[in-house]
């Protein structure tokens, strides 16, 4: 029996990985923002591994400093339910001006010296493109520690700006297209959050070998409860939750809420950004008594938010690059809260139409946005619900993150042997 007992012990600890991601905007929930890496992180620990996540204690959804750090002090460490964050202290912000920047670099800065300071070695690094500047720390990290480096890419820079209408020759777009292109070309593995992005980037010479897709996931424990439990408001009451920002078209959801000001419509958004002075000030201008504004909540408080709602807002401006797809957590969190879903975007993909969970409309266009509304309004709880429902059991089926995470297990374990043949 002791040999039985030594034999498995041995395999479950050469199977444990320590596993270091490098993601300047990870968050745990208590916090407002996207838990993909802590969700992820959560059910790798569950399966036996180790997992640190070098996040910045600077909040963008809040600009503000959530940690205080001792004089010369860089870093501090905090678990949350078995995932260990080690937060980096960073300049902070108050716009998306030249200050934000610095905000990135000190990351890169401060993060080196927290590793330094740890004086540890994982098995495997993994740098995620919010910014290609973490990701080329995490690479050259990788190189220096003498482990192998993968990079996850979440969005498609230089191309995004590009398609927003930076000139290619643009100096900032040109020192972002010779880092995609190295960074390409240094990971043993890329993992993609978007469907179709595996084409883009195997259009930059990459073999399709290396190119994975692991899309957003959700752990539904939190929302089973949200199936069958539908709420009874006084107004029909739609819910955005999020960045406010230009990318987000909210400005259509308040001139959809203008044309609606005699239904007994709510048009509720929780979250903070760069717009939201605009929105707040059209709202005031237009005495908009049917529209909510208010700040953003952590992660945790979501799902109270999504389940008084009878419906959720997903908005996106219209935009070249969403031809590779999206991904996005916040519409994978409102599928699975099985409520009906109006969904303003152009993309390759879409969730809301392939499972038949809501209402489609082109984006920023208030008058379909409005006649999407009220035909949600005019259907029957029972029809809701089941719409609702369709949504959860297609997040269900694609986008568990605990199918998921045994997907990215099976991905590093791989990278790693194959650093080790190399």
Sequence with gaps: MSAIIVNFALKYFSDCMNIWIFNHYALPPVYPGGTRHFDFSKELVKRGHNVKIFASSFLYSRLQEVKQYGEGKVYQKEMFDGVEFVWIKTVPYSQNDYKRFYNMLSYCKNVKKAVEDLNEKPDIIIGSSVHLFAVNTAYKLSRKLGVPFVMEVRDLWPQTLIDLGVSKLHPFVLLLGYLEKKLYSKALKIITLLPKSAEFIASKGVPGSKIEWVPNGISLA????????????????????????KANSLQTVLEAAKLLKDEKVLFRIVGEGPEKENLLKFKEENNLYNVEILPPVPKSEVVGILKSSDALIFNLEESPVFKYGISSNKLFDYLAAARPIVFSAKASNNPVDESGAGITVPPNSPEEFAKAVLKLKNMNKEELREMGKRGFEYVKQNHSIENLAVKLENILRNTIEQYAES
Excluded at 237 to 244: C, E, F
């Design 222 to 245: 939190r929302y089973e409860k949200l199936v069958d439990d539908f709420p009874n408001n006084e107004r029909f009451t739609l819910s955005y939750t999020g960045a406010i920002g």
